[in-house]
T-cell receptor, first 110, second 114 residues
Framework: DAKTTQPTSMDCAEGRAANLPCNHS???????VYWYRQIHSQGPQYIIHGLKNNETNEMASLIITEDRKSSTLILPHATLRDTAVYYC???????????FGQGTRLTINP | DTAVSQTPKYLVTQMGNDKSIKCEQN?????MYWYKQDSKKFLKIMFS???????INETVPNRFSPKSPDKAHLNLHINSLELGDSAVYFCASSQSLVVGTEAFFGQGTRLTVV
């Protein structure tokens, strides 16, 4: 079973920053936080991952709290194409599979 | 070029039939997976293969038999299809067994058993 907790759904206005929270209160020291998203009728797509430090790439930023018990995925300028289900996943180093939870359904409104 | 491609995209078939879904990846990855997404949208791993060797079998019924002729292909054969097999099946690949690396997913095969 997935060990992370995410809100079921969120809305965000187009052009604004979308901030998606994730709780992983039982995360251990060698577990990474990964984010994937699934746009309607497509396969999941990798976004970003981190261990302790904040991370940024061309798609998003990942902010991890100092105690590592929660994180926030930030889409800085959301577009309509960012409407998707976003999954926050804990992965232990060396793990061999992704365990998906229910994710957050993010809707970007014009 | 599509990194992970599955065929067919849609499959409608009757109960009791046998069907196959094909998957190919052109990324040179060593590891391939099959995931199932049911009507409630939960994604669960079914199998993983590493260099043609079965690594994970998540208590999937014996009616499901993956076959990996080479490390670029992982096909899924399903015997005696049941209504409950209706779902979207996703193939994926990653560079190695360590899922810390990025996994690439195909577009999915929507299987409907009637």
């Amino acid at each position: 079973d997935a060990k992370t907790t995410q809100p079921t759904s969120m809305d965000c206005a187009e052009g604004r920053a979308a901030n998606l929270p994730c709780n992983h209160s039982t995360i251990s020291g060698n577990e990474y936080v990964y984010w994937y998203r699934q746009i309607h009728s497509q396969g999941p797509q990798y976004i970003i991952h981190g261990l302790k430090n904040n991370e940024t790439n061309e798609m998003a930023s990942l902010i991890i709290t100092e105690d590592r018990k929660s994180s926030t995925l930030i889409l800085p300028h959301a577009t309509l194409r960012d409407t998707a289900v976003y999954y926050c996943i804990e992965i232990i180093q060396g793990a061999q599979k992704l365990v998906f939870g229910q994710g957050t359904r993010l809707t970007i409104n014009p | 070029d599509t990194a992970v491609s599955q065929t067919p995209k849609y499959l409608v078939t009757q109960m009791g039939n046998d069907k196959s879904i094909k998957c190919e990846q052109n990324l040179g990855h060593d590891t391939m997976y099959w995931y199932k997404q049911d009507s409630k949208k939960f994604l669960k791993i079914m199998f993983s293969y590493n260099n043609k060797e079965l690594i994970i079998n998540e208590t999937v019924p014996n009616r499901f038999s993956p076959k990996s002729p080479d490390k670029a292909h992982l096909n899924l054969h399903i015997n005696s299809l049941e209504l409950g097999d209706s779902a979207v099946y996703f193939c994926a690949s990653s560079q190695s067994l360590v899922v810390g690396t990025e996994a690439f997913f195909g577009q999915g095969t929507r299987l409907t058993v009637v």
